[in-house]
């Protein structure tokens, strides 16, 4: 049987057979009574990656954004995000749910950052009539977009002027700073707070971090525990995020390259459109402008190619699609259009 090759998410990725011996040996405690020594070594190394006081273990991205909304925001205070914002769309609301924090969406520019004018634009003047402003929420990589370094400056120096805080949803941070060439703290030193993924590109199988100063670390962490995600021995899963952090980053390089691939072999397939020089990180973007996507996706699955049917693909690369399978699955993608 011929590898699996899923190209629906970075998500999918399993922990490799030296992840999972690290995360058996990790020695662990109860991370609730802040006794586990992995997780402590995990957070310490998230804090000093992305250059931040402090940092808190999570259960996952959502946990963490939502740690953060919780955290900056109280009941009828507003952020300001994407309108196809992972943390505003994809999260079931949570910050309305659990914290009566209202969302003020904006549309996301062509380079995946929100302009400067339309957030101040939205900025709600110190009136009764209207919900606090409070905070910037941004997320780089934006569907695989990193956001021009010289743009993080300009939203600190804004955010400052009307007293706003800003989060980074930094589900992809890594690809965005390997792509830039620069450490992660290049980007993250503007910020109040970021949340990086360690179960996507990074390859852990669960878990987030979400970094900032000691203060807003300690708010989070008090909300961590209402929220249920005070994980007692979970250096079993930390050491799976320093293996990550450790191991896992450099090699990000690799999985942009076979994005660029991916995209250049399609884009020799008429019924295909996708420009490979649009492709920045580990994503991207193929419309399917004649044929079945529905077809397209069953004759994929029974080559052992899995990606999610729809009339604009999203097909994202990780550590466990090698150079060989995007040979394959350009074959196979060309075998469904030759029928
Ligand atoms: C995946 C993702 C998250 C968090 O997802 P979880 O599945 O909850 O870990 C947050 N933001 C973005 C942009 C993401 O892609």
């Known amino acids: 049987m011929e590898e699996i090759i899923d190209l629906r998410s970075d998500t999918v990725t399993r922990p490799s057979a030296a992840m999972r ?28 990656l992305s250059g931040m ?16 909304l919780l955290s900056h925001c109280g009941r009828g205070d507003e952020y300001i995000a994407g309108q196809t914002a992972h943390c505003y769309r994809w999260e079931g609301g949570g910050g309305a749910v659990f914290g009566g924090i209202q969302p003020q969406p904006l549309e996301f520019e062509p380079d995946g950052t ?21 905070l910037v929420c941004l997320e780089n990589t934006q569907a695989g ?32 700073a390997v792509k830039l060439g620069v450490p992660v703290d290049a980007i993250t ?14 390859g852990a199988p669960v878990g987030s971090v979400l970094c900032g100063d000691r203060e807003v670390i300690a708010a989070a962490r008090r909300w961590r525990k209402v929220a249920g995600g ?33 995209a250049e072999g399609l884009a020799g397939i008429d019924e295909l459109e996708v420009d490979p020089a649009e492709v920045q990180t580990n994503m991207l973007f193929v419309t399917v402008a004649k044929g079945d996507p529905a077809e397209l996706e069953r004759h994929l699955q029974g080559q052992g190619i899995i990606i999610r049917a729809g009339r604009t693909l999203r097909l994202v690369t990780h550590l466990d699609v090698t150079e060989q399978g995007i040979g394959r699955a350009v074959r196979e993608f060309k075998a469904f259009f030759r029928r």
Do not use: W
């Open 21 to 48: 011996r690290a995360m058996v040996e990790a020695e662990v405690g109860d991370d609730v009574y802040a006794e586990d020594p992995t997780v402590n070594r995990l957070e310490r190394l998230a804090a000093e």
């Open 53 to 68: 006081e402090a940092a808190l273990f999570v259960s996952s991205g959502t946990q963490g954004n939502l740690l953060a």
């Open 114 to 134: 929100l302009d400067p004018d339309r957030i101040e634009a939205a900025i709600k003047p110190d009136d009764c009539h209207y919900a606090r402003t409070r």
């Open 145 to 176: 977009k990193v956001l021009p370094l010289g743009y993080f400056p300009r939203l600190r120096a804004l955010a400052d002027r009307h007293r706003l805080r800003l989060h980074l949803d930094g589900a992809r941070l890594f690809n965005a």
């Open 189 to 202: 030193c503007h910020l109040d707070t970021v949340n990086i993924c360690l179960s996507k590109g990074l």
């Open 230 to 262: 005070g994980m007692r021995q979970a250096g079993i899963l930390a050491a799976a995020g320093i293996f990550a952090l450790e191991r896992n980053v450099a090699r990000l390089v690799d999985d942009h390259a076979h994005a660029r691939l991916l």
